[in-house]
């Protein structure tokens, strides 16, 4: 059987470390990508030999062609592409700069249209899969994120027209949007009331792991979900699917 390859942006850390780990213990083999070499570095050390890093900024066009060529020549073919690279900055709308909004475009929306473009050729032979990385911040409105909300809503929309017109060639496109995630930055920045908010406004009552996100991104990717495309997953323990206030309505 010819072993599976997956290119996962934003692979150093976080949400895209764990996918890589997963994908490997599931056969695969994984090309790590991320712009943050010393860290790219240190993390690859930490899987197997089935992953190959690749220091590429996604937001640069030049680059986003340099590495595609480079993973195809090192990895010979691609079966998914998980788009996770991502920043944010929560500022409010009117203390939001240009140069902010840019940068946060640059990497959440343009390295996703960019990566997904790229690789389109490679996925056509393989019939392959893209997921894209969103938000509950791109599904519903909240303070403090004008431009990283839009960028994950643009993603969403964005994965939609990916599965409308890539469909004929047997690519599926799909896009999971995480919640509130146990991640050491969500822990450094999240006070206690913050946290005791988003535990109030969902369901299950707790934060979503890296390892249940990766899952979700996983199974995408996996032949289990042949006749999925188009779709926009919130792995978020409920948290998008309550609206507003009905915490408070909760039963003791």
């Known amino acids: 059987m010819t072993q599976k390859v ?3 942006t934003g692979a150093a850390r976080g949400i895209g470390l764990a996918t ?3 994908f490997i213990d599931q056969g695969w083999k994984v090309a790590m990508i991320d712009r943050d070499g010393p860290e790219l570095s240190a993390a690859s050390k930490t899987v197997s030999d089935a992953a190959s890093p690749f220091e590429y900024d996604v937001s640069d066009p030049a680059q986003v062609d340099q590495m595609v060529e480079a993973v195809l020549s090192a990895l010979g ?20 700069s240009f140069a ?13 249209f960019l990566v997904s473009q790229a690789t389109i050729p490679a996925l056509k032979e393989t019939k392959g899969a893209i997921v894209n990385i969103g938000s509950i911040s791109g599904l519903r409105a909240s303070t403090l994120r004008v431009a990283y909300g839009t960028s994950k809503a643009a993603v969403i929309h964005m994965t ?23 991640t050491k930055l969500a822990m450094a920045v999240h006070s206690p009331e913050i946290i005791s908010a988003y535990l109030d406004a969902m369901p299950l009552g707790r934060y979503g792991t890296e390892n249940e996100i990766s899952e979700v991104i996983h199974f995408l990717c996996s032949d289990k979900a042949s006749f999925v495309t188009g779709q926009i997953v919130a792995a978020d323990g409920g948290f998008e699917t309550t609206g507003v206030g009905l915490p408070a309505l909760r039963r003791e």
């Open 6 to 8: 997956a290119l996962v």
């Open 20 to 22: 890589t780990k997963l």
């Open 77 to 96: 073919r691609l079966d998914a592409v998980v788009n996770n690279a991502g920043v944010a900055d929560f500022l409010p709308v009117e203390d939001t």
């Open 100 to 112: 902010t909004w840019r940068r946060i475009m640059e990497t959440n929306l343009d390295g996703v």
């Open 160 to 182: 939609k027209q990916q599965a409308a017109e890539l469909g004929e060639y047997g690519i599926r496109a799909n896009c999971v949007c995480p919640g509130p995630v146990k």
